[in-house]
């Protein structure tokens, strides 16, 4: 089936600074979806996106449909303790919605 | 509206046990789909149910199943525990046939000695 892979693995950084993640994969998606986890939580759907090129920003998250369909990026601007969390890709596998695979995630510690 | 509501929210069995996880999703979504997340593999997609009938399977074992009931509340159970069962059991719920936006409960973490 279709992976997902993201980098980085694990990312540490002062309060304030701006952050930049990407998710790949070696088959086409038709959709990106960017979750991010709280420690003890359920993920919690950030941003999706629908069309390669397409960016999308929701306050300071803002994400980007790579233009071969095959990755996409996340970046947080100016980052706050809160921002602290696993976040997560995300894409339906195929051409139907009934599976949804996940990247193994990025986790992000902020530096206060 | 309430959200996603998982139970129980801790377990601990030991090997062999069998056990059942619950799922009430929220009001008015008729998709739930459950998924397993380990330190070392992520999330993995188990199964997803849409108006009582499974439409997709992850590469798990035939020990672990689910079903769903017309309310559209959702349990999945898994047979002969292993110690690798050990993880937290996620189940989330879509308001659409498309599961684009899925909503998650706060899952059960499922311990196995």
């Known amino acids: 089936g279709q992976q997902l892979n993201q980098s980085p693995q694990s990312m540490f950084i002062q309060e304030g600074e701006d952050v930049s993640m990407n998710c790949t994969s070696s088959?086409?998606?038709?959709?990106w979806l960017w979750y991010k986890q709280d420690p003890g939580e359920g993920p919690v759907l950030l941003i999706a996106l629908y069309k390669a090129g397409e960016l999308t920003s929701n306050g300071r998250l803002t994400a980007q449909f790579g233009i071969t369909r095959k990755d996409s990026f996340l970046n947080i601007s100016a980052s706050i303790p809160s921002d602290v969390g696993i976040y997560f890709c995300?894409?339906?596998?195929?051409?139907?919605?009934?599976?949804?695979?996940f990247g193994p995630g990025t986790s992000l510690s902020v530096i206060p | 509206k309430a959200g996603v509501t998982q139970t129980p929210r801790y377990l601990i069995k030991t090997r062999g046990q069998q056990v059942t996880l619950s799922c009430s999703p929220i009001?008015?979504?008729?998709?739930v789909s459950w998924y397993q997340q380990t330190p070392g593999q992520g999330l993995q997609f188990l199964f997803e149910?849409?108006?009582?009938?499974?439409?997709n399977k992850g590469n798990f074992p035939g020990r672990f199943s689910g079903r769903q009931f017309s309310n559209s509340r959702s349990e999945m159970n898994v047979s002969t525990l292993e110690l690798g069962d050990s993880a937290l059991y996620l189940c989330?719920?879509?308001?659409?046939?498309?599961?684009?936006?899925?909503?998650f409960g706060s899952g059960t973490q499922l311990s196995v000695l």
């Open positions: 009001s008015g979504h008729r998709s």
């Open positions: 149910y849409f108006s009582e009938t499974q439409r």
């Open positions: 995300a894409g339906p596998e195929g051409t139907s919605y009934d599976k949804v695979i």
């Open positions: 989330a719920s879509s308001s659409t046939a498309t599961n684009e936006k899925l909503f």
């Open positions: 088959s086409i998606f038709n959709t």
